[in-house]
């Protein structure tokens, strides 16, 4: 069983491009997280460019698309008439000018509703995307990571086979690697997956030594911590030895011991980033895909 899923979810040598690079932007990115080797910086855009734009918007889409991220982030609910749109929440009070929870309005009853910006100010016309939407918006574009969306995985697949988007969309989650083999055992072709550590948690020391004891590394590690402990750091140096990149959450404190987004905002970006870089990460996510951007172009580390 584990064997199937090594076979789906881990790292494959990076194609050689040829001398005239047709490839679209998707699948050079996607190219860049198949190689663990490279020391360029993959800006994963948490919700989309939510400063500016309602989160999980097209609009917001666009902006991050528009700013040179390489992965758009998105979180998924399933409507009452079994739709899959774009929430974080399982409420519609926070993000809309709607109440209540997603699962209790049709699809159509949900795109009556106005989207909120950050702030709480209600949008003349912007409304909650389906995840076809948005899908078929970042094609060829730009890598999307399906968040909240494990246990919508069937339906997700079914619509990436749609659009003929698979090979450009990721998906985490924390379960056994032997539960993601028989999920992938089932279908012929897979999205990208990567699992997510928290590595100072019994269950994410399990699952890590579960994953390192497969013998065969997946793509990409999410570990979170929130203290850069021993361990941690024993960790960071397995998974780059294994041949599998680091991704690092700097979105909140606590997924990334203090070395945050916000920090770097009230600092300055080279004091936080220069030390989650030097931890080895290659796969950085942010609630600022703008100023990491711009920092890590200084840096060489993007393009």
């Known amino acids: 069983m584990l064997g199937l899923f090594a076979m789906t979810a881990v790292h494959c040598s990076p194609k050689v491009a040829p001398a005239s690079d047709t490839r679209n932007r998707a699948e050079k990115i996607v190219a860049e997280i198949h190689n663990p080797k490279s020391k360029n910086v993959v800006v994963i855009s948490h919700r989309g460019d939510w400063r500016n734009y309602p989160e999980n918007s097209i609009p917001a889409i666009e902006s991050v698309i528009r700013m040179g991220v390489d992965v758009m982030e998105l979180d998924l609910k399933k409507t009452k008439d079994g739709v899959l749109v774009l929430s974080h929440d ?8 709607g109440k209540g929870r ?20 209600t949008t003349d016309s912007l409304r909650m995307p389906t995840l076809e939407e948005a899908l078929a918006v970042c ?12 246990e ?47 590595i100072l948690k019994p269950q994410g020391q399990e699952l890590f030594k579960e994953y390192m004891d497969g013998g065969v590394p997946p793509l990409a590690y999410e570990v979170c911590w929130d203290k850069l402990t021993p361990e941690v750091r024993d960790c960071f140096k397995k998974i780059l030895a294994s041949g599998s990149k680091l991704w690092v959450n700097t979105i909140w404190k606590t997924l990334c011991g203090g070395l945050d987004d916000d920090k770097a905002f009230a600092t300055s970006p080279e004091l936080i980033y220069d030390q989650v870089i030097d931890l080895g990460a290659t796969m950085i996510q942010t609630d600022r895909p703008e100023m990491l951007i711009n920092y890590l172009r200084k840096k060489g580390l993007h393009d």
Request: glycine share 4%; with cysteine.
């Open 90 to 97: 399982k409420t519609l009070d926070r993000c809309t000018n």
């Open 139 to 150: 094609k060829d574009r730009i890598v999307v990571n399906v968040d909240q969306g494990f």
């Open 152 to 198: 919508f995985y069937d339906e997700v697949l079914a619509i990436t086979e749609k659009l003929g988007v698979t090979d450009q969309i990721l998906i985490k989650g924390k379960k056994p690697a032997a539960f993601c083999a028989q999920k992938f055992a089932a279908h012929p072709h897979n999205m990208m997956y990567m699992p997510i550590i928290d």
């Open 102 to 121: 997603v699962s209790d309005y049709t699809l159509a009853e949900i795109k009556q509703l106005r989207l909120k910006r950050a702030h709480g100010v």
